[in-house]
């Protein structure tokens, strides 16, 4: 039986962020990460490599690089949680016991939920930004085009960063503009939300990009069946239930997504799957020696790497307080998010929110308002802020 002070569900961005930050804060706290993965992703690069602006492997970092300096790795699955005795246990079969935990798995994408997505991503026309293996088949799809339907979807889920799916669709027009096929190609976004955008402030803008660019944006219609091999897609109309089958030349197609298995069937979980947290503190409404940050946690706002950025730090505060007296920090998290909504290869508003939509922004200008500069930061600065400041710590 292995037992740590601290142990940490997940080694993906909020993992490390979150151990990095606690090993600054003190190097001899006992800290142990589970995740069996090889690899790290920062997977908002994605956008980039499907829309040909960077090589996918600038995405990628061996998972041993990052895992601090004094920290043990179980490069193991964790498998299920016994939150009363302070035990989870990997699927190896290792039993691991725990002062505190943090859980922070990520998402699961669950590829199979629409019909004939899973297995014919890279091929058929039919690519996908959430995928690694394939995210280059997007970009190759995108320059080859020669004209007619390109759609692009998001799912009624979750999703992480819900602007990702609408970017590689501006980026694609644009492309589409440069390569001499736009005048004979349509573009079609086909949305399970109600609206482009749940910020008023910045659904009013990006409204009026679709517009500019002659998109035509359908609302409440989810992806229910790719028939790849005759270049078919049907969707469900979310009020009426009515479906509806369209060609296509190509398709984005976003998967549904959901919190783990392990977690969804766990005792940590509520009745949507998710961490069962307070909003504010991210502690466990039932266990107040767990937390939860990032995609997983039940925490009402979007799922990006720049929550985790404000996350990690008040998860770190309260488990630093509670190490030392029991009881937690006053560090509070108000919901906020960012997406850096790409609208073109120099242009990007730069959307930053929190909880109940609040425009929560950084820059002393309209965020709304299209910009090369933002657009600079999302292809250089926030990478950089991530492999530098957030994976050391250091945010």
Not at 170 to 183: I, T
Not at 188 to 195: I, L, R, T, V
Not at 264 to 293: C, E, M
Request: hydrophobic content about 35%; proline content about 5%; glycine content about 8%.
């Amino acid at each position: 039986m292995e037992f740590h002070e601290v142990l940490v569900v997940g080694g993906g961005t909020a993992g490390i962020t979150v151990a990095s930050r606690l090993k600054r804060i003190s190097e001899y706290i006992d800290l142990a990460i589970i995740d069996p993965a090889d690899n790290h992703y920062y997977q908002p690069l994605w956008t980039l490599v499907g829309g040909g602006v960077v090589d996918k492997e600038a995405s990628r970092r061996s998972e041993a690089s990052l895992i601090p300096k004094g920290v043990k790795w179980y490069k193991e699955s964790a498998e299920s949680f016994k939150p009363e005795e302070n035990r989870v246990t990997t699927s190896e079969g290792t039993e691991i016991m725990y002062k505190y935990l943090i859980v922070c798995p990520g998402l699961q994408l669950d590829w199979d939920e629409i019909e004939g997505l899973a297995g014919n991503v890279g091929k058929y026309g039919i690519c996908s930004n959430y995928s690694y293996e394939h995210v280059d088949y997007t970009w190759e799809t995108i320059r080859s085009f020669q004209g007619g339907r390109a759609i692009f979807t998001h799912p009624d889920s979750a999703i992480k960063c819900g602007g990702a799916p609408q970017k590689i669709m501006y980026l694609a027009d644009e492309a589409f503009r440069n390569q001499g096929v736009r005048n004979r190609t349509e573009i079609n976004f086909k949305s399970a939300n109600g609206s482009v955008f749940s910020v008023k402030k910045y659904a009013d803008a990006l409204d009026e990009v679709i517009s500019r660019k002659g998109i035509r944006a359908d609302y409440k219609k989810d992806l229910i069946k790719v028939d790849g091999p005759n270049k078919q897609a049907v969707f469900r109309d979310l009020d009426s239930g009515e479906e509806e089958t369209l060609d296509y030349d190509m398709i984005h197609a976003v998967p549904y997504m959901s919190a783990p298995d392990f977690i969804k069937r766990s005792p940590l979980a509520n009745s949507d799957g998710w961490v069962d947290v307070d909003p504010h503190t991210l502690q466990h409404n039932g266990y107040g020696n767990i937390f939860s940050l990032g995609d997983v946690s039940s925490a009402p706002t979007s799922k990006t790497g720049a929550a985790i950025r404000k996350q990690a730090p008040v998860v770190a505060s309260h488990i630093k307080s509670m190490l030392k007296g029991g009881v937690r920090s006053s560090r509070r998290y108000d919901g906020y998010t960012s997406c850096p909504l790409v609208t073109g290869y120099n242009s990007l508003i730069m959307a930053e929110f929190k909880y109940d939509n609040v425009p929560s922004e950084t820059f002393p200008v309209n965020q709304a308002k299209e910009r090369k500069s933002m657009y600079m930061v999302k292809k250089y600065g926030l990478p950089a802020m991530y492999w530098r400041g957030m994976m050391k710590g250091l945010m």
